[in-house]
């Protein structure tokens, strides 16, 4: 068997002959698991892809599709026989095929292969010639269609920007002049493309022709984005006015620009890529690291600064998607540093320490850690103030926000830096970080109670994404007026429990394709014990509910609604102090009413105390998300509790 999708999607079973995929959803079906490599893809993501607005029989139809598949894959599978190319894998479907066997796979590890093997780049070639149109052709008008496509075409121009370096590199590439020239032509803003073409020209003997390539390229920078050409091209200027550019292949200085321009280009898609969501957001982080490992591998520690400083994704979550690439990244930021020394260049060592900064999530730090991080961030805010650069500055606040979740009570602290960050971000531009002011606010306001002040930002927020393409930023308001329902359904005349119930339960469904496992996972079950507790019901039991992060401080209360106090007593005193992140003023309201109605006096005198500068707040609202009620609630029935005879 083998699958294509560089181009319209089609497959060839071992005889070399055509199987008939079916419609234009069925081959959608097979392209959406080709394009998830191997990973199961769920039932409702499929859904979601496939149709704007699924019908009601959406997964009988998506059934019928898969079914469809498999008869035209695996022709001669015996009836009853498990399918081996498409497999159920828990609630959803995976492709299983060698990644040889799916051209698109085969192209980016022939593309991984070239970057760390030059010797690969005649199977680069034959790989390259394997395109035959844009990947996933007659798949339109599908978002993750469409973010899959630009990622597989910035990888495409990767390529062929590789296999020409190497070529001209080994002494080859005379005969490029006319492929070089297309690709410019085509791509004019990639400043590498203008330096092959002008090395190509150059090895073919044609030096005039070369200089003109430069200062075309120079004329258009210049002109129409107003920028001056990298130093890069700057430096090939001269080396070809002064004859110093070797002909004869030479790999000394050439390969060093190689291996240079590669990573920038990869972490300029990442950057682009993680403001999509979904599994664009997955690509990113995979692709970010793989280009700070590229730079390091080069020496040069100007450049791994850059590559690791370049990513300034605004974040907004206290606890990360993937901590373990935080952490490498965090690492790698530090590495950097130390070889840059205090006297290194101001702009790198504060974009390096707000990395450190974003990247050191609050609720996976010990306590020398969180102290390192806060002193990464003041370090980084100073520095950019000194700069006076208004991007720097905006991405450095980013950092102190994220480091504002030290004890509860700071939802003001955090609602300044959140206006700093607007401010800035209006005055100067820069719509990303407008996004990211305007959410900070959200959840400052919500964490206050002023839930007129928090929907004026959601509103705001809504109107910036819909100009800037983050399609992020509607998954996440539509949670915070989820918590408002929730909120005003415990006033007189306010709304159902069950209508906010529904209206968490319709946030969350879009919240679970988006790639952010550090935010989804856990939330419905906390959002909906919250709105229990707003309603004096005990928390819900339901054995299939995942509290992921949040277990420790919610398992005593559901052990109480299970009606297992003993239970519940030891998992009280077994929960640890909560973690330093936007939900650690509703951990502590858990442990406190727990303490509470078990009579446990010394934990509900300690929670008390750690919630004493949060009492005008409420519980979990700093998240934006969710709600357990006003803070002032818990410590009253703790203080209480603590005072009872």
Known sequence: MRIDVLGAVRAFRDDGSPA??????HREVLARLVAAEGRMVTTDTLVDDLWTDPPAR???ALRTFVAALRRALEPDRPPRTPPRVIVTEGPGYALRLPRDDVDVHRFQDTLARTRRNPDAVTDLSTELASWRGPAYAEVTGSAWALRERARLEELRLEAVELRARILLDSGEGADLVAELGDHVAEHPWREPAWELLARALYRAGRQADALAS???????LVDQLGLDPSVDLQRLETDILQGSVPRDGGRSGWAGHGVRLGPRTTVD????????GGEALVHSRRDRLAAIHAAQRTGDLSLTARIIGAYDVPAIWSRADDPDQSRAVVAAAERTLTGLGPDGPADLRARLLATVAVESRTADLSGTELKHAQQAARQAEELAR????PALLAFALNGVFLQTFTHPGLAAARDRTGAEILDLATRHELPNFAVLGRLVRLQSASALGDLDTATTHANAADQLAATTEA????????WYRAQATAARSAEPGGPTAATAAEHYRAAEHALRSAGMPGLHRGLLPLALLGLRLLHDRPAPTDPHLDWGPYTPWTRPLVLLAQGQAEQARAALTAAPEPPHDHMQEAMWCLTAHAATRLDERGIAAHAATALHDARAEHAGAASGMLTLGPVAR??????ACVGAK
């Open 386 to 389: 000194h700069l006076a650069d």
């Open 269 to 276: 898609l990442a950057r682009t890529l993680a403001l999509a």
């Open 20 to 25: 008939d995929l079916g419609g234009p959803r």
């Open 471 to 478: 399609p992020l930023v509607p998954v996440l308001t539509r």
């Open 214 to 220: 430069l200062r075309r390229a120079r004329a258009m």
């Open 58 to 60: 959406a997964v009988g």
């Open 634 to 639: 818990y410590l009253a029935e703790a203080d």
